[in-house]
């Protein structure tokens, strides 16, 4: 079975700085996803940024990048020149790439909240 | 918009009773996914139904029953509720081919709130 740790609870940030979110994770797969979903006060689960694991390139999306360590089971997620609209839980989330089961769920972490202050 | 539905967004309900909470996928998804997330457990993964079919369980209670109809929309039914069952309840759905792994986009949730 998969876990998924995330040990800031909370985080806060000043608009416009850089903040970057911390992920562990523990599997024996050798092969699997990776992803940051972010849940705004609205409540909505969004899809911030994914990564395979068979990729050495970390993924980037516009102001969101992560650091993807392999071999350390690390996935941290930087936020660049925070806005307002970041202010979410930001949650860590692991899917095998394989399943002989045939079931591709997510194993969540607790989540860090973000808070970007002006 | 994920393209996700789910209905409805908010259900007060009282200990006993019984709801249906609906999920209409993504236009060509195939998969379904229900989640839910309470603040003592977090998020977690409930069930799991593929083109009609279901292919995983997970931590969900046998008061607890879902289904995928043949236009792809699913419902999760809660039975015999009691207050713990007080959650966000959301689905997500995917569109990887044979069901295999893929980005799961989600829903907005409905609260179900057991009074």
């Known amino acids: 079975a998969q876990t998924v740790t995330q040990s800031q609870p909370e985080m806060s940030v000043q608009e416009a700085e850089t903040v970057t979110l911390s992920c562990t994770y523990d599997?024996?797969?050798?092969?699997?996803?990776l992803f940051w979903y972010k849940q705004p006060p609205s409540r909505q689960m969004i899809l911030v940024i994914r990564q395979e694991a068979y990729k050495q390139q970390n993924a980037t999306e516009n102001r969101f990048s992560v650091n993807f360590q392999k071999a350390a089971k690390s996935f941290s997620l930087k936020i660049s020149d925070s806005q307002l609209g970041d202010t979410a839980m930001y949650f860590c989330a692991f899917m095998p790439a394989y399943s002989g089961a045939g079931s591709y769920q997510l194993t969540f972490g607790k989540g860090t909240k973000l808070s970007v202050i002006p | 918009d994920s393209g996700v539905t789910q209905t409805p967004k908010h259900l007060i309900t009282a200990t006993g009773q019984r709801v249906t909470l609906r999920c209409s996928p993504r236009?060509?998804?195939?998969?379904v996914y229900w989640y839910q997330q309470s603040l003592d457990q977090g998020l977690q993964f409930l069930i799991q139904y593929y083109n009609g079919e279901e292919r995983a369980k997970g931590n969900i209670l046998e008061r607890f029953s879902a289904q995928q109809f043949p236009d792809l929309h699913s419902e999760l039914n809660l039975s015999s509720l009691e207050l713990g069952d007080s959650a966000l309840y959301f689905c997500?759905?995917?569109?990887?081919?044979?069901?295999?792994?893929?980005?799961?986009?989600f829903g907005p949730g409905t609260r179900l709130t057991v009074l």
């Open positions: 236009s060509g998804d195939l998969s």
């Open positions: 599997t024996s797969e050798s092969n699997y996803y």
């Open positions: 997500a759905s995917s569109s990887r081919a044979r069901g295999g792994a893929d980005t799961q986009y």
